[in-house]
């Protein structure tokens, strides 16, 4: 128990240092751009996040030249503690303005916020379950930091997304374990309540509930769930809220600096996420408009938005170019008809089209128009119908907007910008995950009506009735999920982090039975056991998406099981990890000729090992003498962590 004590101690002063550095690099931009900041509060939101975007662009670029040794990264991590304290030390201008005064009923919301986030705070400090991270979030910077630098990971597409949170997860992983992963990813989300509450009082004069938009972002079921995993959603919420903080102060102090902030932190949005790429060309849209608005000529109003667009393709580009580079797409794996990619094909491109299309709960003009309700209350977890839980907060409390006739411009903007990238999310992906950072400006705006409507006290007890029945309503999946969860144990030192994996992974046993058993130099295919590879520890491979690709491509090019296996070990592969139900039960995406040669291949072929379940390990047996099996050359050294993860591709999994 003391020693799982000491190990939580040393990750939140970890998680503090992390902070603390990101915070001071932050700073040295401000003063480089020249930001005058309103309060300390400002100053430190604004900090953070251009620390954050340059802590994660620091450890890229050591990447990119193969630099990702043990001591070069201890270097780094110096430097940039040098430079962190440069940056405190360093005196920068303020123009110290008055912030609107909270309601002395806003204080009501703080027991529970604070209680929600001691909850969520307990979750952090366990090891990793998410799918996601298991799959690619952690997986990917784990095979950076075994091969020593950035490349493109056959088989992982998700290795080609941009990944500048996972950056700093590739440092958690070097100091650490994915425990301080976890804890940075749920540090953001202090960050970004830090960024709600600044909006709420520095951009909206009158807000008066800055509490309860806090509490109403964080008690989102989707939003609270995932802020204790190692994903890259609340880096991409941050990056947006301070984009659209920035153009807010632009627009209201005439300084170029803004807009250059403005432009880092909607490329910094982008450098984590292709969702986030409209966010640049709005802000194209934001700056002109205002600037026609006050009749600024037109070669200054293109001159400005020229500036953004330079700060925001700088911030934005280095992964799209990485990407260019390496896999000649700079969007891969998507737009593949357009620019092709490396390790992938037009037939796995269709196929995830497919599967992007079918999240959702239909895409015909009557599905558009019950999207909302949908959303409110119809979305599940772990299903194709949203992936998440979003509750009905939005769905009741925004109708109240349509009571007031005149709303100040800072809510407009948030609600136009949410309903520019809302349309986009609804003829994409359609996860509720893709949309957390609407909810941040959505939860400023439930803050905005209750201020609107405190003085007529029938309708602002109606509100507050609405709000607090959706916190009840988001309460309750919050709960289930803590109790499924149940992390005091492991938490506490009670419960061992195997014991953990192995109650809430069910495939875990068979990963921890390959790292315990198989030799070193052994290399798995993975077929349907959802290609958690951060849990695995020798070489592994499985295709992304679409688990059968490979093997369904030497089945279909065999005439014999030998064939089949000779194809195999030609591959390098000398074991097989699959799940039965869905490579020969009825879910197989098989034909039953191929089901017929995988089952004798596996007959002729191949020595069981372990079965637990549907889950079941098999050996290639040695090549018959004479034949010819020489495998290609491996990506990583024996030992070393697994070579790739990716999803499953009849069961559903979320992507990003």
């Not at 604004?46 to 990264?73: I, K, R, W």
């Not at 558009?368 to 119908?385: E, G, K, T």
């Not at 996860?431 to 309708?459: E, H, K, N, S, W």
């Not at 070579?643 to 979320?654: E, I, N, P, W």
Request: charged share 15%; glycine share 8%; with cysteine.
């Amino acid at each position: 128990m003391l020693s799982t004590l000491a190990h939580h101690g040393i990750t939140l002063l970890l998680v503090a240092g992390w902070g603390g550095i990101a915070a001071g690099t932050g700073r040295l931009w401000l003063g480089i751009v020249g930001i005058r900041c309103a309060s300390q509060g400002e100053e430190l939101f604004l900090s953070l996040g251009m620390g954050l975007a340059s802590v994660g662009y620091a450890v890229f670029f050591l990447g990119l030249v193969q630099g990702l040794s043990p001591p070069l990264l201890s270097l780094l991590v110096i430097l940039l503690a040098l430079l962190a304290l440069a940056g405190f030390t360093r005196k920068l201008p303020c123009d110290p303005r008055q912030p609107a005064a909270r309601s002395g009923w806003d204080r009501a919301a703080v027991v529970p916020l604070c209680i929600l986030l001691l909850i969520g705070l307990v979750q952090t400090l366990t090891p990793e379950i998410g799918k996601d991270a298991l799959i690619y979030h952690l997986a990917v910077p784990k095979l950076y930091l075994a091969n020593r630098g950035v490349y493109l990971i056959p088989g992982n597409v998700f290795s080609g997304y941009p990944l500048l949170a996972e950056m700093h997860y590739l440092l958690a992983l070097f100091l650490q374990d994915d425990i301080l992963a976890r804890s940075m990813h749920y540090a953001v989300l202090g960050v970004i309540l830090l960024g709600i509450g600044l909006f709420s009082r520095y951009q909206l004069r009158e807000h008066a509930f800055p509490g309860v938009s806090m509490l109403v972002f964080v008690s989102i079921p989707s939003v609270f769930l995932v802020s204790p995993m190692a994903y890259n959603d609340l880096f991409v919420t941050l990056f947006t809220l301070a984009a659209l903080y920035a153009f807010l102060c632009w627009s209201e102090r005439e300084r170029a600096g803004w807009v250059v902030l403005c432009g880092a932190f909607s490329g910094a949005a982008a450098a984590c996420k292709y969702t986030a790429l409209l966010i640049t060309p709005l802000g194209c849209l934001g700056i002109l408009w205002l600037m026609a608005r006050r009749r600024v000529p037109l070669g200054a109003a293109l001159g400005t938005c020229a500036l953004y667009l330079a700060a925001a393709l700088l911030s934005g580009s280095p992964f799209y170019l990485k990407n260019w580079i390496l896999a000649g797409n700079p969007f891969y794996p998507f737009l593949y008809g357009l620019f092709g990619g490396l390790h992938w094909d037009a037939e796995q491109a269709r196929l995830y089209d497919l599967f992007v299309q079918d999240l959702g709960m239909g895409r015909g003009w009557q599905d558009y128009l019950l999207l909302p309700f949908n959303l409110s209350f119809r979305a599940q977890l772990d299903s194709p119908l949203f992936d998440g839980i979003l509750g009905p907060v939005f769905f009741l409390n925004l109708p109240f907007l349509l009571g007031k006739r005149l709303w100040e411009r800072p809510v407009g903007l948030l609600l136009l910008f949410t309903l520019a990238t809302f349309l986009f999310w609804a003829s994409s992906a359609q996860q509720i995950r893709y949309l957390i950072p609407q909810f941040a400006l959505l939860a400023i705006v439930c803050g905005a009506i209750l201020t609107r409507y405190r003085d007529r006290r029938p309708l602002l007890a109606l509100i507050v009735l609405v709000t607090a029945g959706s916190l009840l309503f988001n309460g309750y999946h919050i709960f289930r999920n803590f109790m499924h969860v149940a992390p005091l144990a492991v938490v506490s030192g009670q419960e061992s982090r195997e014991a953990f994996l192995v109650r809430l992974i069910p495939t875990y046993p068979l990963y921890r039975f390959v790292n315990g058993h198989l030799p070193p130099d052994s290399r798995v295919l993975l077929i349907y056991m959802k290609n958690y590879t951060f849990l695995c520890e020798v070489d592994c491979y499985a295709d992304a998406m679409f688990e059968t690709h490979t093997l369904q491509k030497i089945l279909r090019g065999s005439a014999s099981p030998a064939q089949v296996g000779a194809a195999l070990r030609r591959a390098g592969f000398t074991h097989l990890l699959y799940d039965e139900r869905y490579l020969l039960g009825g879910p197989s995406p098989f034909t039953p000729a191929e089901k017929d040669l995988f089952r004798a291949f596996r007959q002729q072929e191949c020595t069981r090992l372990v079965q637990s379940g549907p889950y079941r390990l098999d050996r290639l047996n040695p090549a018959a003498v004479g034949a010819s099996s020489i495998p290609p050359p491996r990506l990583n050294r024996p030992g070393q962590p697994p070579r790739r993860g990716a999803k499953r591709g009849r069961q559903f999994h979320a992507s990003q």
